[in-house]
């Protein structure tokens, strides 16, 4: 098993940023691929970006593309979503999601274990 948590989200107005965290535990941390995904009200759960595990290989979603930064402290078993240039599209609950390969990462029915979210709203 491996749990995830995360944190950082919050309230920010149009172009502001916020960083979010997902702490793991449980299995080896660097076994795995992390991912952020995201869900608005009555919308599908949407991939944002995900890393592999040494942090050398990233894919975003093409909605975060130049705005969004994904990295990760294998020292810390954390993975970070540094978001910039927010605007209202961007709100949503933000879930961290993790799985062992690479393979189509953005498919979120791949990922096995999932954190609880974090609600994250950008006022206009």
């Known amino acids: 098993q491996v749990q995830l948590v995360e944190s950082g989200g919050g309230l920010v107005q149009t172009g502001g940023s916020l960083r979010l965290s997902c702490a793991a535990s449980?299995?080896?941390?660097?076994?795995?691929?992390l991912g952020w995904f995201r869900q608005a009200p009555g919308k599908d759960r949407e991939f944002v970006a995900a890393i592999n595990p040494s942090g050398g290989l990233i894919s975003s979603g093409d909605a975060v593309k130049g705005r969004f930064t994904l990295s990760r402290d294998n020292a810390k078993n954390t993975v970070y979503l540094q978001m910039g240039s927010l605007n209202p599209a961007d709100t949503a609950v933000y879930y961290c999601?993790?799985?062992?390969?690479?393979?189509?990462?953005?498919?979120?029915?791949?990922?096995?274990?999932w954190g609880q979210g974090t609600q994250v709203t950008v006022s206009s």
């Open positions: 449980g299995r080896t941390f660097t076994n795995y691929v």
């Open positions: 999601a993790a799985k062992t390969t690479w393979y189509n990462v953005p498919s979120a029915r791949l990922y096995d274990y």
